[in-house]
């Protein structure tokens, strides 16, 4: 398997664009889950999906921030309109509810840069 | 909620030994788990504790004392490529199939 997938894995754009991040997790994984990583942060929960299903979204920064996941090899976090406090990696990651190590296999990451 | 606390940086030479340590906080508990970031890549996982005691993985070792919601990494035989950034993590709930809260981060640099 190729892993999870990210693209872009980089995206510099203006304040007030619209930006899509795109992650296709790991054939037959059940779980996905979108990640923010900043200095300021660390590494944060923003969403995480079962079964193409949002289980919860209590870490989306606010009604900017949009995530979907229309089918179980597709998801989308989409920022509209971005600001530069946005800035950041956006790591995808994707595991199996029955793996016995409790593992989050996670994508290179999208490094987002908003002037 | 939940909360884990570690180190921000440790400082070791090769050939030596070093241990992260971490506490935690948790609503429920399914076990810890470390993952290891290199600069600009993505974490990935390097161990899991669920029951007390030390899981061994080469020069890599984990454990856990859930009486004490404690865990250390200890890594041996420092070579320069462990020089990264390790987190240690908890499941957001008490099963499978939730999200990991992370800890900050222990920053490791590696020197000759």
């Known amino acids: 398997d190729a892993g999870v997938i990210q693209s872009p894995r980089h995206e510099v754009t203006e304040m007030g664009q619209e930006v899509t991040l795109r992650c296709k997790p790991i054939?037959?994984?059940?779980?996905l889950f979108w990640y923010r990583q900043t200095m300021m942060r660390g590494l944060e929960l923003l969403i995480y999906?079962?079964?193409?299903?949002?289980?919860?979204d209590s870490g989306m920064p606010e009604d900017r921030f949009s995530a979907k996941m229309p089918n179980a090899s597709f998801s989308t976090l989409k920022i509209q309109p971005s600001e530069p406090r946005d800035s950041a990696v956006y790591f995808c990651?994707?595991?199996?509810?029955?793996?016995?190590?409790?593992?989050?296999?996670f994508g290179p990451g999208t490094r987002l840069t908003v002037l | 909620g939940q909360s884990l606390e570690q180190p921000s940086e440790v400082t070791a030479v090769e050939g030596a030994i070093v241990q992260i340590n971490c506490t935690y906080q948790?609503?429920?508990?399914?076990?810890l788990s470390w993952y290891q970031q290199h600069d600009g890549g993505a974490p990935t996982f390097l161990s899991y504790?669920?029951?007390?005691g030390l899981e061994e993985t080469g020069r890599f070792s984990s454990f856990l004392s859930r009486s004490d919601s404690y865990g250390y990494l200890l890594l041996q035989e420092l070579q320069m490529k462990d020089s990264a950034s390790y987190f240690c993590?908890?499941?957001?709930?008490?099963?499978?199939?939730?999200?990991?809260?992370f800890g900050k981060g222990t920053t490791l640099s590696v020197s000759s």
């Open positions: 990651a994707s595991d199996l509810a029955e793996s016995s190590y409790n593992e989050q296999f």
């Open positions: 054939s037959g994984h059940d779980y």
């Open positions: 999906f079962n079964n193409n299903v949002p289980i919860d």
């Open positions: 948790t609503s429920g508990f399914y076990g």
């Open positions: 504790n669920a029951l007390d």
């Open positions: 993590a908890v499941r957001d709930g008490d099963q499978a199939g939730t999200a990991l809260i």
